[in-house]
């Protein structure tokens, strides 16, 4: 494996083509803005199962009176067809999911499953 670049101001860090990347762990996590309370989940790794653990997870964790919004980014895991169906059964749950911009950044598109 070459060595890793140096770093310049301003620049993040850099590899170099042969690079590999070991590994990787996905963190699903839920916050609660008024008290700070976070409900996490680290899974090995990024598959439609894992997603609906956690929102069973949160669901078995958050009263029922309040609304959850989940905000999903740069994950397609939402679009399944399992995860639909887990969001029909959930109505009180609304799913906001970013999509790109012209410039690559993300924005929230409330209430939309999609």
């Keep these: 494996m070459a060595p890793i670049l140096p770093l ?4 993040p860090q850099r590899r170099t083509h042969d690079y590999k990347r070991n590994g990787i762990t996905n963190l ?3 916050l609660d803005v008024a008290s700070g309370n976070v409900i996490a989940n680290v899974t090995a790794r990024h598959r439609a199962e894992d997603f609906i653990r956690f929102l069973n ?3 078995r964790n958050v009263p029922d009176h309040l609304d959850v919004h989940l905000i999903v980014d740069n994950s397609s895991t939402h679009k399944t067809p399992a995860v639909q169906r887990w969001l029909v059964r959930h109505p009180a749950s609304a799913c906001t999911s970013p999509r790109p911009t012209a410039r690559g950044s993300t924005s929230s598109n409330a209430g939309s499953p999609n």
């Design 28 to 30: 699903y996590a839920a």
């Design 57 to 59: 997870l949160v669901n």
């Design 8 to 11: 310049m101001p301003g620049v």
